[in-house]
Structures are given as structure tokens and as C-alpha cells.
């Protein structure tokens, strides 16, 4: 496999930044979620990038560790997936008094409550407010995957193959079909969305082999037609327009560059902390503000804000303090 020229991260950087940004709206709405008009499909269809992104990114740089030489991959990939699954078991651990609560809420403290919290940390990747999990798992089963095309030496564009047609018959059976034994994964791994990461992931190991280029403002028009294209709600061309979106900011990050290595470094240290906490600020937000004080943008500026405030307490002290080395 060829590798390509250096590429600057900086862009990346800053895009995991705005992306860490958007996850923390999806999940604390301060839009709303029953907008119609068009700058709010807009809106909408630019936050359904965010996750996708991460995926394609994550995809892309673990591309730059691997080579032609499939033993020392295989030494690579097992290391990508210790490191992950030992990381999503910490914060699992870190979430687990949320997740306890959340049983309390719904009465199953009991063997039940146990075996369904079981089920979530293994097939799922999420319980109650641990949302921002699931794509750590996800991550850990597409390098098993990943793991298993190195052992067979198939061709990556063989594997982004496999995980188009994942994507595809996940999107097929989830909104036409319904066939009974994908309903029985869905037993297993709840909306199987898990499986719905692997294509960008594949994409982003692809792109990186084939070293493709686009100049900047081809870029910027493509993602300005893909967000429109998402705005129309057409099934299936919609959900695709969100890859096609995701790849134009992947590219848009290429072209920005900078020699500001302290800047990228905060950017990507911020935006870790944020994807991993604002769920923690966010309960502690509806938890404890009383709800006829709740104001729409509430929930997203005291998370984004508490998160920025974390993030540099990290930034400051993470190489002093062991444990936040451990769990950022």
C-alpha cells in the first residue's frame, strides 16, 4: 500500500472541535425537535454529520498505522481494540451510577434490571445517559472485522463492500422489511445502529489508501448540496447524502492548515472530554434545575460551557494527574 503525502491535522482538529459540539446538541435539543421549516431541516441535517465524521475520521487515521505487512496489522489492530475496549470499560464504570438510577426509575433493580444492563454494555453500547457510548463499541466490533479481512488479506475495497451492504440491509429491513431474525438482532443490539458505523469507518480506510484529494471550495459545494439533498427526506437518498456530507467536511479539515500545534492539541483534547461528559452535565442539569426554569438552549450551554471548563482543567493538569490521563 502506498502511502500518502503528510497531511496537517489541524483542520481535523477543528472539526472534531465543531462535530463534539454538535453531538452535545443532538442529545440536549436546543432547537427543539419538532421544527419544519427549512432552516431547521438545515440545522438538522448538518448535526446528523457529526457522528458519521468521527466514524470517517476515526477510519482515516487508523488507515495511516497500517501497512502491506499484515502480521505487524494484525499487531496494530489488537492494540486499537484493547485500547478501545479497555476505554469504553472505564466509562462504563464512570456512567454506572447513572445507569443504576435509571434502573431505579423503571422499577428493575433486580436480576432483570442486571441482565438487561449486561445486554446493553455488550450488544448496545449504551444505557441510561451513557448515549455517546455506543460508538466506542461500535469502533471495537469493526476491528474485529477489521481484524478477520487482515487474517483472510482482503482488499479494503472488499471490506468497504461488506460494510455497504451492512448499512444497506440494516437501512432496508429497519425502514421497509422488518424480516424476523434481523428483528431478533434488534433484540440483541436494540435499533442496530451499532452495525451502521462500519461504513464510515471502511470509507475512511479506503479513502486514505487511494490518497484522494479535492480542492477546497469543490469541498465546500459539495457538502452545501448533500445538506440540501438531506432536507428532503427522499428514504435512502437522504441517509446517503449524510456520507456524502461527512466526506466534504472530512476534506474541508484537509485543506485547513496551520503550524499551531498547541491550538490542534486543544481543539482534540476539548473535544474528547466533550463527547465523553456533556451527558453527565446535561442529568445534572434537568436533575436539578427546576423544570419552570428550564429554558429551551438550557441544557446545551450549561453542558457545552461545564465541558469547556472540564476540558481545560484537563488540559492543564492531565499530565499531572494519572487517572485523567487514563480516561482522556
Known amino acids: 500500500m502506498k502511502k500518502p503525502r503528510t497531511v496537517t491535522y489541524f483542520g481535523l ?3 472534531k472541535f465543531l462535530m463534539a459540539i454538535c453531538v452535545v446538541a443532538i442529545h440536549t435539543h436546543p432547537a427543539g425537535t419538532d421544527g419544519t421549516g427549512f432552516i431547521f431541516k438545515m440545522y438538522d441535517s448538518f448535526l446528523k454529520i457529526a ?15 497500517l501497512s502491506d505487512d499484515y502480521q505487524l496489522n494484525e499487531t496494530v489492530i489488537t492494540g486499537f481494540i484493547k485500547k478501545l475496549v479497555k476505554l469504553y470499560l472505564i466509562w462504563t464504570l464512570i456512567y454506572m451510577p447513572l445507569t443504576l438510577y435509571g434502573l431505579s426509575l423503571d422499577g ?10 449486561l445486554r446493553n454494555i455488550l450488544f448496545k453500547g449504551e444505557n441510561y445517559f451513557s448515549w455517546p457510548l455506543w460508538y466506542m463499541l461500535s469502533l471495537v466490533y469493526f476491528g474485529l472485522l477489521l481484524w478477520i479481512s487482515n487474517r483472510f488479506k482482503w482488499r479494503y475495497e472488499i471490506l468497504l463492500i461488506i460494510t455497504i451492504l451492512i448499512y444497506v440491509l440494516n437501512f432496508v429491513n429497519v425502514n421497509f422489511l422488518g424480516v424476523s431474525y434481523l428483528d431478533t438482532l434488534k433484540k440483541v443490539f436494540g435499533t442496530t445502529r451499532i452495525f451502521s458505523g462500519f461504513v464510515f469507518i471502511a470509507l475512511g480506510l479506503f479513502i486514505y489508501q487511494r490518497t484522494l484529494k479535492s480542492r477546497f471550495w469543490w469541498a465546500i459545494l459539495a457538502l452545501a448540496i448533500t445538506l440540501y439533498i438531506g432536507t428532503l427526506s ?9 456520507i456524502g456530507a461527512a466526506i466534504a467536511i472530512f476534506f474541508i479539515g484537509c485543506n485547513i492548515t496551520s503550524d499551531n500545534k498547541a491550538i490542534s492539541s486543544f481543539f482534540r483534547k476539548i473535544s474528547i472530554v466533550m463527547f465523553f461528559t456533556h451527558m453527565y452535565f446535561y442529568f445534572l442539569y434537568i436533575s436539578f434545575v427546576p423544570k419552570d426554569l428550564h429554558i429551551q438552549m438550557g ?11 472540564l476540558g ?7 499530565d499531572k494527574v494519572n487517572i485523567l490521563k487514563t480516561i482522556f
Do not use: C, N, Q, R
Not at 457522528?51 to 498505522?65: E, M, R
Not at 428493575?108 to 444492563?117: C, D, Q
Not at 427522499?234 to 449524510?242: A, E, G
Open 108 to 117: 428493575e433493580l433486580s436480576l432483570k434490571g442486571a441482565a438487561i444492563t
Open 234 to 242: 427522499i428514504p435512502l437518498l437522504s441517509d446517503l447524502m449524510v
Open 299 to 309: 441544557g446545551f450551554l450549561f453542558s457545552l460551557l461545564a465541558t469547556l471548563f
Open 13 to 15: 482538529d477543528l472539526f
Open 51 to 65: 457522528v458519521p465524521f468521527f466514524f470517517f475520521t476515526s477510519g482515516y487515521l487508523l488507515a495511516h498505522k
Open 312 to 318: 481545560d482543567l484537563v488540559i492543564k493538569y492531565g
